[in-house]
Nanobody, 117 residues
Framework: VQLQASGGGLVQPGGSIRLSCKST????????WAWYRRAPGEQRDLIAD???????TYADSVKGRFTISRNNAEKTVYLHLNSLKSADTAVYYC????????????WGQGTQVTVSS
């Protein structure tokens, strides 16, 4: 299974961007999907997830600014990033989550988001 994240780039503080992550799994609709990020020198952290029923949860650091969504027909999960701050600079990844909380698939290459003026 491949996870292809895209949409990253250079954004000014306060700006917005939309990330996409397309999966090749034939069971996309049966998984909870999540976005993670790894800032320079930091570990990879979970920031948002969306259940099969569309229920979303967010880390406190992004709550109210980021929105996760999914399109099962396109096997794609999205992350809308608004009111961006320099602290949001990171490589962003998606993955499916299993009930234990672990990730299901090998990591893709991620997509870089840089927030800077």
């Amino acid at each position: 299974v491949q996870l292809q994240a895209s949409g990253g780039g250079l954004v000014q503080p306060g700006g917005s961007i939309r990330l996409s992550c397309k999966s090749t799994t034939g069971a996309f609709e049966f998984y909870t999907w999540a976005w993670y990020r790894r800032a320079p020198g930091e570990q990879r952290d979970l920031i948002a997830d969306i259940s099969t029923d569309g229920i979303t949860t967010y880390a406190d650091s992004v709550k109210g600014r980021f929105t996760i969504s999914r399109n099962n027909a396109e096997k794609t999960v999205y992350l809308h990033l608004n009111s961006l701050k320099s602290a949001d600079t990171a490589v962003y990844y998606c993955n499916a989550r299993v009930p234990s909380g672990d990730t299901r698939f090998n990591w893709g290459q991620g997509t870089q988001v840089t927030v800077s003026s």
